[in-house]
């Protein structure tokens, strides 16, 4: 029989090997892994948990929450709030940080999520997953304020996703590749599925949403017109188009089989600098991508160096197969 490797085991090797997952940070994965297994058990319920549908509220974006945006937040916060990692946590669904309460002791870590990202595919029974980042506090100061968690990408100790579909998958990265784990329901462990997780350079998918097209700046819609010519075109070979609307799921498939992703910047709203949110979607993305060994821009630099100035803050989003970013953030680059 093929021996079975649990998330506890690997992360405990990892830390053998390479001595970069300290037993603080090993415990906070693990209870942010457990916390997934409590969303994914939600998911699945659908109607049968009433946990479909609007919970008739609005979040800092102002888009309206969904019931199971509210459920994977608190889930999310009530899970890691007592274990000692962690001093604050920040979420796509709360305007502040939340910091750990005082009867609590505080870590040196800092949790970011989007507790449950594609909520529009929610009801629609379609792939939609949560999303994490770990920082870890900058030192020299007591106590803990939201421009702790300002720091660039570049900065994360560890990053990843669950992704609830077929199968629910939780995607890692501690900097040393990316692992995916296969939730075991029967026996409620995470088994390792997949490692040194790698992504071809090259690919013939794309992955953005066509119906913004009139509203993109030219770098784009030249990257996607000349895509879309085929075979005849500029780039002498046919593309295929896929677009989910759950990131996770996008990102999933091209971990699994390569392809660019976009989410870019469009002139109905010049000021915002695309829809996805640096932080807590495009950052752990990113880290993850470039680990196994894509590239992750916001059109004009890589994504991992940008320095946030706000928790919320939007950025345009390119992420995926190395020579189809470094294309689109070329064309971006030199302006056409
Ligand atoms: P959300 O965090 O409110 O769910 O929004 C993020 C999602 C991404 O998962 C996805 O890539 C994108 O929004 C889909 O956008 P669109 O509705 O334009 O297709
Ligand atoms: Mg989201």
């Not at 998911?43 to 945006?69: H, I, M």
């Not at 949403?209 to 002498?236: Q, T, V």
């Amino acid at each position: 029989m093929t021996k079975r490797i649990s998330l506890t085991q690997y992360l405990v090797e990892q830390q053998r090997q390479h001595g970069h997952i300290p037993a603080q940070l090993r415990l906070l994965i693990e209870v942010v892994a457990r916390a997934c297994k409590r969303i994914s058990i939600s998911v699945n319920k659908g109607a049968l948990g009433d946990v479909l549908g609007t919970a008739g509220s609005e979040n800092v974006q102002g888009e309206v929450q969904k019931k199971l945006d509210i459920i994977a937040n608190e889930v999310l916060i009530e899970a890691n709030e007592w274990g000692g990692a962690l001093a604050a946590m920040a979420s796509e669904e709360m305007e502040g940080i939340y910091v750990v309460p005082n009867r609590y002791p505080q870590g040196e870590y800092l949790l970011l999520f989007d507790p449950l990202d594609g909520s529009s595919n929610i009801d629609v029974n379609v792939s939609i997953g949560t999303i994490f980042s770990v920082l870890k506090k900058p030192d020299g100061h007591e106590g803990v304020s939201e421009s702790d968690f300002l720091q660039a990408g570049k900065q994360q100790v560890a990053a990843g996703y669950c992704v609830y579909g077929p199968q629910t998958t939780l995607v890692l990265t501690v900097g040393d590749g990316v692992a995916m784990f296969t939730l075991d329901r029967e026996q409620g462990s995470w088994v390792l599925t997949q490692d040194g997780v790698q992504i071809p350079e090259d690919t013939k998918e794309f992955a953005i949403n066509m119906s913004n097209m009139r509203h993109w700046a030219p770098p784009m819609k030249r990257y996607i017109d000349e895509c879309l010519a085929g075979k005849s075109g500029p780039r002498g070979k046919d593309f295929n188009m896929r677009w989910i609307a759950s990131m996770v799921a996008d990102v999933h498939r091209i971990l699994t089989r390569g392809g660019v992703f976009m989410y870019p910047w469009d002139q109905r709203e010049p000021d915002k600098a695309g829809k996805l949110r640096l932080m807590y979607e495009a950052n752990p993305m990113s880290f993850l991508i470039e680990q196994a060994g894509g590239a992750a821009t916001n059109t004009q630099q890589r994504m991992l160096d940008v320095t946030p100035d706000k928790l919320h803050q939007r950025v345009s989003v390119v992420l995926g197969s190395k020579n189809e970013v470094d294309r689109v953030t070329a064309y971006h680059q030199a302006g056409g």
